[in-house]
T-cell receptor, first 113, second 116 residues
Framework: NAGVTQTPKFRVLKTGQSMTLLCAQD?????MYWYRQDPGMGLRLIHY???????AKGEVPDGYNVSRLKKQNFLLGLESAAPSQTSVYFC????????????FGPGTRLTVL | AQTVTQSQPEMSVQEAETVTLSCTYD???????LFWYKQPPSRQMILVIR??????QNATENRFSVNFQKAAKSFSLKISDSQLGDTAMYFC?????????????FGDGTTLTVKP
């Protein structure tokens, strides 16, 4: 099993450009999450999903959109990137039967110039 | 809203010694989970240990153990016989049981350096 994978690992954008980050999990988890991690700070939840076709806002959703068309995939979109969105983005998944332990991807380092 | 506080931004310990990382949380809920996650320099975060609030017995996983004080809302992590591979950032996390899609609140992390 690959666990949770993220694509791409690194990306540099110019202000105003758009991009999509892909998260995939092969553990059949119901719940999926997108976080951002900034220097010296913990993880902040951007959006999450409790199942295929459903998404919800987290703590810092502004400037981001998400979609979960398939259970195993959770996409994070930036429609018009801003320098404030420079961060490391982590995807995670979990399921109640596993005590809600979150399994994380390796992260995507995004720089917006 | 729940909050998680890790009051030690950085810590260091000599190899083979014991170190304790602190975590406190604030909640009015009675049923919840607490977690410690480890993020090594390679960046992929993994679970170290998990505690369910209704269990009085402290969780242990090999060299890792917790001191869970529910009344004091404290959840510290003890690492015994520290190894160089324990060098990482450690995050404490809190999650209310059953009601919130497994969403966790994370502390700001403690960077632990194990010195040879």
């Amino acid at each position: 099993n690959a666990g949770v994978t993220q694509t791409p690992k690194f990306r540099v954008l110019k202000t105003g450009q758009s991009m999509t980050l892909l998260c995939a999990q092969d553990m059949n988890h119901e719940y999926m999450y997108w976080y951002r991690q900034d220097p010296g700070m913990g993880l902040r939840l951007i959006h999450y999903s409790v199942g295929e076709g459903t998404t919800a806002k987290g703590e810092v959703p502004d400037g981001y959109n998400v979609s979960r068309l398939k259970k195993q995939n959770f996409l994070l979109g930036l429609e018009s990137a801003a320098p404030s969105q420079t961060s490391v983005y982590f995807c995670a998944s979990s399921r109640p039967q596993a005590g809600y332990t979150q399994y994380f991807g390796p992260g995507t380092r995004l720089t917006v110039l | 809203a729940q909050t998680v506080t890790q009051s030690q931004p950085e810590m260091s310990v000599q190899e083979a010694e014991t170190v304790t990382l602190s975590c406190t949380y604030d909640t009015s809920e009675n049923n919840y989970y607490l977690f410690w996650y480890k993020q090594p320099p390679s960046r992929q975060m993994i679970l170290v240990i998990r505690q369910e609030a209704y269990k009085q017995q402290n969780a242990t996983e090999n060299r890792f153990s917790v001191n869970f004080q529910k009344a004091a809302k404290s959840f510290s992590l003890k690492i015994s016989d520290s190894q160089l591979g324990d060098t990482a950032m450690y995050f404490c996390a809190f999650m209310v049981s059953n009601t919130n899609a497994g969403k966790s609140t994370f502390g700001d992390g403690t960077t632990l350096t194990v010195k040879p």
